[in-house]
């Protein structure tokens, strides 16, 4: 069965950088669009960032461009979030996604994913 395991979450200082990871299993995630979304407390779901299956597209909500990166390896599974100039706004349980369709162009919205992680906690604060 499909499996997505995040990792990498924490405290933070504003201004720091954490690493996030997905370990996926359960499919052939080479052929698999994949997303970065979160939820901040008392706050709807928001997609953050997406990658294409072989990595040749990224994009990013405007609220984390030019601070976040996101990135894939296919030889082990598991797509990252590199997340540096962190803000207190930036605070939320953030979840790795995977696209329903494969190979597709574009990242799609929240509805075009059909597995998602349980989450990993990034708090920013001093």
Same mark, same amino acid.
């Given at each position: 069965q499909v499996q997505l395991v995040e990792s990498g979450g924490g405290l933070a200082q504003p201004g720091g950088s954490l #690493?996030?990871? +997905?370990?996926? $299993?359960?499919?052939?995630? $080479?052929n698999y669009p994949m997303s970065w979304a979160r939820q901040a407390p008392g706050k709807g779901l928001e997609w953050v960032s997406g990658i294409y299956h072989d990595g040749s597209g990224t994009n990013y909500a405007d609220s984390v461009k030019g601070r976040f990166t996101i990135s894939r390896d296919n030889a082990k599974n598991?797509? /990252?979030?590199?997340?540096?100039?962190? =803000? &207190? !706004?930036?605070?939320?349980?953030? /979840? +790795?996604? =995977?696209? #329903? #369709? &494969?190979? !597709? =162009?574009?990242?799609?919205t929240l509805n075009d994913y059909d597995y998602w992680g349980q989450g990993t906690q990034v708090t920013v604060s001093s």
């Open positions: #690493r996030l990871s +997905c370990a996926a $299993s359960g499919f052939t995630f $080479s598991t797509v /990252y979030l590199q997340m540096n100039s962190l =803000k &207190p !706004e930036d605070t939320a349980l953030y /979840y +790795c996604i =995977k696209k #329903r #369709r &494969p190979f !597709e =162009k574009g990242l799609g």
